[in-house]
Structures are given as C-alpha cells and as structure tokens.
C-alpha cells in the first residue's frame, strides 16, 4: 500500500465555506429549494408529477404501514442521495430543522434493515426469498452502497452514526456474503457503486475489510466463469425488466472481460464511470499499478476519443451507454447528468494521485456545462439528457429522439440525475482544493475559505474570484505565523494568456509550471495578497475530423464555459447560420439576461427560406442575408421555452 | 363517373417489349436470377438466410401436410408478390417451365381457399375462429390484396383463370363481409393494399361491386366512431404483436381521421403511399373532386416537405414513418425500398389523371435511385433501409442506427421488399407511356417499342435511349398508315437544356411545352424520325434552408440519378471532404466501374486528421489538404463492401 503516501489530501466539504457570486446562488438555491422540493417528491407531494413513493417504500418495509412496494428495484437510492446531499449541506450551513426531519428520515431507513443488517425495500417486501439472485439487474449493491455513502456524509456532518452504524452493518452482512472465500458469492452487482462507497466507509472507519470487499469487487469483475453470465443462466435466462432473453450484454455491466483488461469506455456510461472512479480510488489507495495503468487508458479514451465539449458522455439512449470512438451525435445523444457527475468523480479521483491540469480541466468542463446545465435556475426542473443540438418539434415527433426533452422536467419516473446534482453542489467544497504535506492545490475558482492542514499547522485560504464570467483570481491566508510552503494554482488548459502578481509584484511564472499547475513555493504571512488572472478570450472550438457529427463546424468557449445559439436570441432555425469566425467577435456580461451572463456576439450569414420557394431541392443556393448572433453559456439552454439550440454552428 | 373519361390510358405491360441497355440487364436478372432466387427462398431452400415458410404455410393450410404456421401474419404476400412478378415477366417473356412452376403454386394457392372463398393461411391454421377481429394488425385484408393483384396479372399474361377465380371468390367474400350495410363491419385494414387491388380487379372484370367496396374502405377510414379504436378495445385493447397496450396510435395507419381530412402524411409510409394510390385510383376512376384534392394536399406536403432527394420517404425506423415536414436525417433515415415502390403507383396515378412533368419527375427520381438501390447487382442482395449518409461501424455499434445496414442482405424475416423490387422491374413497361385518344405520353426515357391504341388504330412507337447516362433518345413508329397524332414528350424538372429535330430538322419547342411536356401534333409517317435529347448537366444540388440535415451541403445530380461519395473512391470519413463547387466537375463513363458507369469527378478539400494530435476538442482548425473526389451513382452504392457513404456532401 505504498502508494497511499502519495496520495494527494482530499478536502472534506466541511473544511471548505464557499462564498461565490456564482456557486452561493447554487448552494442557496439547493438548500432552500432543491433539498425541500426533492424532500416532497420523495414523500409523493408534487403536484402533476410522477408519485416518487421512495419513503412509503421504507415505511412499509419498517413495518410502519402496509402496502406495496412502487418504482424502481433501486428506488431507495433516492432517499439516500437525498440524505447525502443533506448531510454535505449541514457541513457548512447547519439547519436544525433540516436535521431533524432528516434523523427522522434515517430512524425510518434504520427501522427497515434486517435483524442480519439486510437494508433494501425492493426485496424486503416483494421478493424476501429472492436475495442476491439478480445481481445483473437489480442494483442490490448499488442502493447498498448509495446508503454507504448517505451514512458517511451524513456522520462527517452531524457526527450522528445512527446511519453509519446502519451501512456498517449493512456493509459487514455483504462482507459475509461475497467473497472469494468458499461458500460465498464471487459476485458483484450489474450497477457499480458500492465499490467506491466502501473505499469512502474505508477512510472514515479505517476498517480494512471494506477496502478488501471494494477490491474484490473490483477484481472479480469480468473474471471468468462469468458470474452475471452463470446468474442468468441459474435464473433460465430471465431479465428483470424484460423476461425471456436470449443473451446477456455483459460490456453493458462492464463486465465482459477483467477490468484491467479494459481498453476502451463500453456500456452504461453511468455505471463505467462509477467503476473507473473506484479503481482510481483504490489504485490511488493501494498503490495498485496495473489498475492505475487501466484508469489511466480508459481515461485517455473518453477523454480523447468519446466526451462530448460539454463534457457530457453516452452517445445513445440505448443502455445510456458509450457507442465507439468518435461516435458523438449531437442530435440523439444521450449524455446523462449522472453521467457527467461520474466523470467529475473520475477525474476527482485520477487528479488527487497525480495533479495533472487534464483532470481538472474535464472535471472543470463537466461542472460547468452539463452537471450545472443539469439543474434548472429555479431548482425545480431538470435534464436528463443533455443535448448539443436540439430541434424541439423533432423531439416531440420523431421517436428517434423522443428521449432529448427540449425543457427541464419536474421529475422523473427514474429520478436518478436531480439528487445527483444536488449532491454534487452541496458537496462543491471538496474539489476546490487538495493538499499534501507542504503543498495547496488550487483546482477550481470558486470564491471560498478553507483550512487545510499544512506542515502540520492549520492554514486558512481565502479565494475571491470573478470566476466563471472573469479569470481574476484572489488569494489571501490566515496563518498561525508565517510559514513556508507551496502554493500551486491551476492554469486552465484552454487559458492562452495569465498573468500572476504576489503583493503587486508581476512574477514570470513560465518556469513554475508543471502539468497545469504553477508551484509558487515562498514563505506566506497574512498580508500576502496573490493575484492570478487567467484570461478569458472567446475561442473557436475544433473537433477531431474524426468525429462526423461536428465536420464543417465549430463551438465558441470562453473560460470553462461552452456556448451555444439558441432560437430566442437568434430566430428559428439555428442550423440556417454561419457564424463568421474571421469578424470580431465579443463577449460582454448582460446584467438582464437569465438573471445576468456573459454573452458572445458576432457575425453570422443566414440562409433565407422566405424566397426559396415550394421544391425542397434546386440546383441553385439559397439567398444569404448577413446578421449578428448571441451567443449564451450552454449551461443556462433552455430557460426561456422551446426553441431550437446548438452547439456546434457551421463555420462561415 | 365523369372524370374516368379524362384519364389517361394506362399501357399494359404486355405491350411494351423493353430492349434497352439499362433496363433490359436489370429485366434479365430478375427473369434469371431473382424470380428462381425468390422461389428458392419461398420454399426455404437459401443456405444461410433466415426461411421463410411461406410455401408450407399454404401447403399445411390446403391440407397437404401437417405443421404449424411459421412467419410473419402477413408471409402469403411474399408467394402473392412473386405471382404477380412472375405474372409480369410473362407477358414479355413466354416461360413454358416458369409457368409450369407458378400454375403449381396456384394451384396450391387455390386449395388453400375456404369454401366460403377466404384465403389466409394465418387464420386458416392458427386462429379460424379469429377472422376479422383484429384488423389493426392482422393484415388480412392487406393479404388479400396482394393476392387479388397476383391474380390480375397472372390472367393478364396467361389468360389462365384459376387465380383469377380465387381472388374474385376471395373479393366476393369480403364484400359479404365488409360494407356500410347493416350486419356488415364497417372496417378496413391497418395495412392498405386491397383498396388499389380492387380498382385493378374492378378495371378487370368490369364488376362495379369491387369498385364500390374500394371507395367503401377509403370513405370509412378515420370515421367516426373509429373502428379501429373499437375493435382494439373489444379485444380488451390487444396488440398482436406486443400484447396489451394502453393506447392505439391511429396515424401510424392514418387511420386517425377520414382521409379527405388528411393534409400532411403520416404514420406508415408503406401504408400511406398504397392508400393514397389507391385514393388517385378512385378520384381518377369516379371523378371525386373532394378526393383527387386530397391527394394533391398529401403528394405536395411528401414532395415539398418529406421526401428525400433519392425520392425515398420514411424519416424513423419507430414505425417505419413519416415524423415531421423538413425532418428528414440521413443517417439514422427509414426510407424503406417498398416506400419508394408505392412512391412510384402514386406518382403514376397522379401522372394518369393529369400529365403534368412534377409527377412523372418524382416517379423518375424514385425509380432511378431508391428502388434500383434497394438490389444489388448481383439480384441476391437487398436493402430494406436505404440511407443517405452511412458510417458503417456506427451502424454496427450504436443501436440508433442498427436499422440501417452497410451492405445489401441476402433475405429479410419480413421480406416484402425484394418482391416488390421483383414486380416492379418487372411491370416496368406500363410506366413508360400513356395515351389519351389522340396523344402518346412518353413518360420515362427506356428503350422499347410499344403498341398504342390511338384513335382506334394501333400505333407502334419504337424508341431508342441512353438514359440514364445520357439523354438522347429516338423515335420512329410503325403505323398502319400516316397518321395524325399528338407525341407528348416529357422534358424532365431537372434539365435545363434539350434539342428536339424531326427528320433532322430542329424545332423550336418552347412554344409547344405544358406542363412538363412537349406536344407535338402532326401527321406521323413510318419514314418520321424524332430525336430528342435532354442535356444531362452536373447539377449541384441544394436543399430548402428548412432541412435542417442538410444544412451546408449538396448533393450531386445528373440527369435522374442523385450521386454520392463512397469510401471505396474517396477514402474513409466522406465526412472530412468538402468539395469545391467552384471548380470545373467533369462526368466521364467508366466502363470498368461497377459494370459500367457515369461518374463525377472533382476537386476537394480534405481536412486532414494526420497531424491533429490526441485532443478530441483544439481552439485551431485542422490542416486541410486537397484531393480529388469520385462520386458514383447513388443506386450503385455499397457493391464494394463496408465503408462511408454520403450523398449530401459539404460545400467548400
């Protein structure tokens, strides 16, 4: 386990109190609305959306009420994401009231585990004897290993362990059912997420058998016998969902060849990026090479060959899953927001064993384009699907794209993504920053202050930023007395131009910068004032010519953010323009628009319908007509009703 | 009954004997190849294709043997639609030992018949006490039609009665069965096709009732209260093929209101293109203002907002559909071969109560590049989907696009697209001319002699052509004596440019061109010669600005044949091509090519992802390098093996 000494240090939330022009809204907006509104979905209050039925599971399984269980076999998830979200929330912003209906929530969720520390409502109320016999679809280890990761944030928040003595037990009962010892199942769920839940349920308690069981987990996968393969056949081939099948996808699961021997990103995207994120975390943990080597090619192919600009991943709705490389339409895409917070745990994860800009410049990217663009700006309404192109009167008629809603939803039946997000948003805190023994990592620019413990003394970091709308960046410290040690700040890999002054004095930081990281190494005191700006210029995006859906056009960034023209700021039919890359182009923040955004402008050539007449086809082109276009941060799409919005605009 | 005295006279194709350089190849294969291949198949004699049991059915249903139905509800139509080929290959083409086999099978056919005269080996082996209780998805009378249509042509080549007797008892029976009077259902079928096969019965035999029954069917389509809806729910809403459901969807049949209320086409495009053939019939038959309107509302919404510009039609495999006006994808497309077959009988429909050039424009480009696309060279190989844009390991990995295939397929479970390939070709006679009392229509340019009779004698027109590679083509006629006629030629939508002598002599046709046509009127001699050449250009093709999937591009065309890009010619990723419309195109014959072609040749421009190194996303254009490009006929397409196709192509 010697790689563990290597480890960069993880920040928990609760060290990390953001202030942020940008991500104190968010907060705010998740814990005033979103954690309420998901806390009334959860107990079937929403009005003219799908009954959630996740608590009445509970009740009913704890023996409080009677009843069938409703929604899907892993519906407890969404109580123990929502539990989770709340426990990152109180960290930072304790609300008594909060925490007392959420114990209440957790005596529910403990009065329905079993005697033998068995927690699941699915197959205690409707299937008890079933247990274990459908690992392939029934998410037993996954709703486990969401509870694990409730009960740990929950206890890192509040100190409580009523849940974390829960997930122990519960965590000790499936120690004693998988393994490779003889008598238990050399298993593992079709649904990863109980891998990386258990390497977290490791670093709080220091239990090593819950690092063994992620490992094996891990390595048993894709083994052969096949497990899930020898499961179905045990159950004559039956699918859950489904019935009768004639064959099972395990690539689906990941698990149609050992993990180590995984070369390219397949199925699910969800469960792929769950997994990758738990054997970084325990390559991370263990020092394991080969499983680092895995991390690091599987890494290489998203990044390099099948993420979308916005960061999102999964190019089909079939399987929500990856399809191949360069196979990224923009049109039936998938990219789930669950997908994207994965990626953002993925690269968290590759980032805190090696401090390399490329995985905070994905982690960046997801965050800001699809994870943010996930959530509407009222908190109430959400994407499942994250388009790049979007054309609303074929998403209602063709059925190839009946899955790309051209609006947030209220909810959904499989309502996986909204307590996703708030997770992630509540728990921000935790990717800002990471240490070592004498080094702070700036990751992210968000405004925040952090302690983070450095040469064995608490160090306190202010940031102030105008980031994402501006790359000026502020760093102060509170320290015990000055003190020596490494600052090391992020330079964004899509920044051309920054410039760094320390108490006003321009420093050339050419020669301090490794990997996306300038190493400023000096004794700080308290008056020390460090200015970072990484300027933000608009930049024309190309693809790889490899990738099809984007030839002949090309995306505006500015910062993290990725752009896109919508039909409100650009009249109908998006697909009619040409932006003209060679004329000025310029960004400018609007105060009014969608409660205030940097906008892009520019020049843009327009194919005209009006005098084309009748014939869908002539063998002449279409007058063009010159006009300005707005550009807006994609994360915000969709705000202002249906219309038609793209990404990638052809190039004049 | 006014208007049927106005329509144009169809030519049988017993009268026109096809000797031409493209067509008589094509002719050939299915004499040689296609109908034997297609008995083989009928018979489950192809190694390796899936079998199709459509003989057994019959022989199980007439009682010769014992077994269970196997195949497709629907599988009679496949021995139906080889009948009706055959029927037509005999009429040019006597076949003593072709014959023999077919009467066998008729033969068979005939004692598959029920006393009462109903015939479906379906029902007959597997449900008899379920006749006409679920129309929505039985095909039943969908069956019907097809045989009534084998039965027809069968008599026309051979004078042989026995089909004939089977489908006029079958008619009769249905007439028995279905009708507005009281005690008969008033129903149709989900599937039209017997709505067409009766006006042929009915032009046939002269018996009013199989008229009556035909505009019965069309008139009740979509009335209130809907029958289909009924009959779902009193088969406790039912779905034969998914089992229950909880809605019915009344457009996929365009059954969801009655059919002069229909303005935009919907729903199955198979379907809809029979029906409407089938309403062109009845409106040219009986003078029916009120459903002749309808049909130029639904041919102009196909024509100007959803057709392909290879005439395919069917924007989703999800039912085989038409989605919305200007939705029209070229990669994840249906465009199914038997769509683009009914494309074909509408447009003559159309084209026989009014000769106007659109109509026989649309019949052309349909023909010359969908239908002929959809069989290989070899006559064993088909496409059921026919895309316009094609990446073949994405049509292997991404299910959004499973439907479509890279190269043709030896056979299909549900086959009807290969016979109906089969009995086009082979009918193609009928759809080169028309005539009124004193006028021949020459509606398609194909080498052939055919007799007409005009005003009451018989006129021999005998013509030569280089269509489809160039478009001169000759005329003389043999005449009982000097005549005095009209001979209306067609002047096709996409030339800009022709040159008309008689006897060598130019004349000035502007004044003599209506409609698409140019009328000639003068006394014709066997000593007349008429030449008649429509300059074949290379045309650069643009579409509506309203489509949306073809925005910054062109297809290429030249005469009646839409071209594209293959791999095999151009390299892989057609996408990265963009070619440069401003520089000299050069169409050349390459006898080598494909058994010989004219091909486009040109300039364009490459980007080039050689030097583009790993990252997916850069803020620079990729280098771009030149080259020339090959386009190929698009019905040529993938005869080389698996590899990017596209038709539409960037514009430099």
Known sequence: MEKSKELLQTISPKEVHIQDEFWSGYNKLVREVVIPYQYDALHDRIADAEPSHAIKNFEIAAGRSEGEFHGFVFQDTDVAKWIEAVGYSLMTHPDPELERITDEVIQLVSEAQGEDGYLNTYFTIKEPDKRWTNLADCHELYTAGHMIEAGVAYYQATGKRQLLDVVCRLADYIDTVFGPEEGKLRGYDGHQEIELALVKLYRLTGEEKYLRL?????????????????????????????????RIDLAYSQAHVPVREQKVAVGHAVRAVYMYTAMADLAGQTGDESLYEACKTLWNNIVHKQMYVTGGIGSTHHGEAFTIDYDLPNDTVYSETCAAVGMVFFAHRMLQIQPRGEYADVLERALYNTVTGGMSQDGKHYFYVNPLEVW?????????????????????????????????????????????????????????????????????????????????????????????????????????????????????????????????????????????????????????????ATAGKVALQRGPLVYCLEQADNGELIAALQIETDQPMTARFDETLLGGCTIIEGSAIREQEQNWGEALYQDHAPEQTRQSFTAIPYFMWGNRGEGDMAVWIRKA
């Not at 497990?227 to 004639?246: A, Y």
Request: some cysteine.
């Open 392 to 548: 609303p009167a074929a998403c209602h008629h063709n059925p190839d794209k009946h899955h790309v809603k051209p609006v947030r939803q209220k909810w959904f039946g499989c309502s996986c993504c909204p307590p996703n997000v708030a997770r992630l948003i509540t728990s921000l805190g935790q990717y800002i920053y990471s240490s070592d023994e004498d080094t702070i990592y700036t990751h992210l620019y968000v405004g925040a202050s952090a302690d983070l413990p450095i040469g064995g003394r608490n160090v306190r970091i202010q940031q102030e930023t105008g980031y994402p709308w501006n790359g000026a960046s502020r760093f102060t410290f509170t320290l015990e007395k000055p003190q020596s040690f490494t600052l090391a700040l992020r330079l964004p890999g899509w920044c051309k131009q920054a410039a760094l002054t320390i108490n006003g004095e321009t420093v050339q930081y050419a020669s301090l910068l490794r990997d996306g990281y300038v190493y400023i190494q000096r004794e700080w005191s308290d008056d020390d004032v460090v200015e970072w700006n990484v300027e933000m210029d608009v930049q024309v995006i190309h693809a790889n010519p490899k990738l099809r």
């Open 214 to 246: 992620s490992q094996f987990f891990i390595d048993e996968r894709g083994q052969q016998p096949n497990f899930l393969k020898q499961e179905w056949e045990n159950r004559d081939r039956i699918n859950f969902f489904v019935g009768k099948t004639d």
